[in-house]
């Protein structure tokens, strides 16, 4: 069992910047990818940003190209989303995945993100 803690999230202004971080406890050694998702009120959950386990390789939704940045501390079994330039429609509940045996396969608890006009 892998057991994911989200941190960082927050109320912010528009414009400003928020880093959210997830900690990972457990078997971590079974942990691959490793991704963020948000979830903003009366929408379906949508991928934010993943990045694989050597760090090599990350990708980002469309909407956060140029804002966001995924990064990870494997010698901390953490996952970092550094995010800038927020914007209203930011707002959501951000959650952490990783993927061990099946594709995202495990989740956090999520961390709101409130960002205001």
């Known amino acids: 069992q892998v057991h994911l803690v989200e941190s960082g999230g927050g109320l912010v202004q528009a414009g400003g910047s928020l880093r959210l971080s997830c900690a990972a406890s457990?078997?971590?050694?079974?942990?691959?990818?490793m991704g963020w998702f948000r979830q903003a009120p009366g929408k379906e959950r949508e991928f934010v940003a993943g990045?694989?386990?050597?760090?090599?390789?990350?990708h980002y939704a469309d909407f956060v190209k140029g804002r966001f940045t995924i990064s990870r501390d494997n010698a901390k079994n953490t996952v970092y989303l550094q995010m800038n330039s927020l914007k209203p429609e930011d707002t959501a509940v951000y959650y952490c995945?990783?993927?061990?045996?099946?594709?995202?396969?495990?989740w956090g608890q999520g961390t709101q993100v409130t960002v205001s006009s």
């Open positions: 457990g078997r971590t050694f079974s942990i691959y990818d």
């Open positions: 990045i694989n386990w050597s760090a090599i390789i990350r």
């Open positions: 995945a990783a993927t061990t045996t099946k594709p995202y396969d495990c």
